[in-house]
């Protein structure tokens, strides 16, 4: 029963990711059509005299940033260093998107939807990070025990 579960939660990941993917190669092209648009405009501004307002040309500059960009992201901060905390992820994929001239617009909303559904995430990030705390559990009761043992030490 959980095989066939299993499988249908592949096919439809799979087909999220390709969906996600084609979203971004869409907005990927929305943005060079725009930036045509405006060179257009530029165009025919310099031919017939009348200047096109700025504030759309910077509106246009920075696109959106997409949760896979920032998944991208996030897989290239753990390569440099995967032990990084979920804080240092965020300020190191912020400063990444900030550089590459994306817009930050709702950051902490994709950042966090990245997070969780990021392949280091699925296979082991929400696990690691759950291993993790009982690693600290285990540290904590690992030191009353060696206090323990410490303890029966003094006490013989």
Same mark, same amino acid.
């Given at each position: 029963?959980?095989?066939?579960?299993?499988?249908? /939660?592949?096919?439809?990941?799979?087909?999220?990711?390709? *969906?996600?993917?084609?979203?971004?190669?869409?907005?990927?092209?929305?943005?060079?059509?725009?930036?045509?648009?405006?060179?257009?405009?530029?165009?025919?501004?310099? @031919?017939?005299?009348?200047?096109?307002?700025?504030?759309?040309?910077?509106?246009?500059?920075?696109?959106?940033?997409?949760?896979?960009? @920032?998944?991208?992201? *996030?897989?290239?901060?753990?390569? /440099?260093?995967?032990?990084?905390?979920?804080?240092?992820?965020?300020? !190191?994929?912020?400063?990444?998107? /900030?550089?590459?001239?994306?817009?930050?617009?709702?950051?902490?909303?994709?950042?966090?939807?990245?997070? @969780?559904?990021?392949?280091?995430?699925?296979?082991?990030?929400?696990? !690691?990070?759950?291993?993790?705390?009982?690693?600290?559990?285990?540290?904590?009761?690992?030191?009353?025990?060696?206090? !323990?043992?410490?303890?029966?030490?003094?006490? !013989?």
């Amino acid at each position: 029963m959980t095989e066939g579960f299993e499988s249908v /939660q592949n096919e439809l990941d799979q087909k999220r990711q390709q *969906i996600e993917q084609e979203l971004v190669a869409v907005r990927g092209r929305e943005a060079e059509l725009e930036a045509d648009l405006e060179r257009v405009h530029e165009a025919l501004g310099a @031919l017939t005299g009348h200047k096109k307002k700025s504030r759309t040309r910077t509106r246009t500059r920075k696109t959106a940033t997409t949760r896979e960009d @920032l998944q991208q992201h *996030i897989a290239h901060v753990r390569g /440099q260093n995967p032990f990084a905390d979920a804080l240092a992820l965020e300020k !190191a994929v912020r400063a990444m998107v /900030q550089e590459s001239g994306n817009s930050l617009t709702g950051f902490k909303t994709l950042f966090a939807e990245a997070l @969780l559904t990021s392949p280091g995430s699925q296979s082991g990030g929400v696990h !690691a990070t759950h291993g993790a705390h009982h690693g600290h559990h285990e540290h904590g009761h690992g030191a009353q025990h060696s206090h !323990a043992d410490g303890d029966e030490r003094y006490s !013989a």
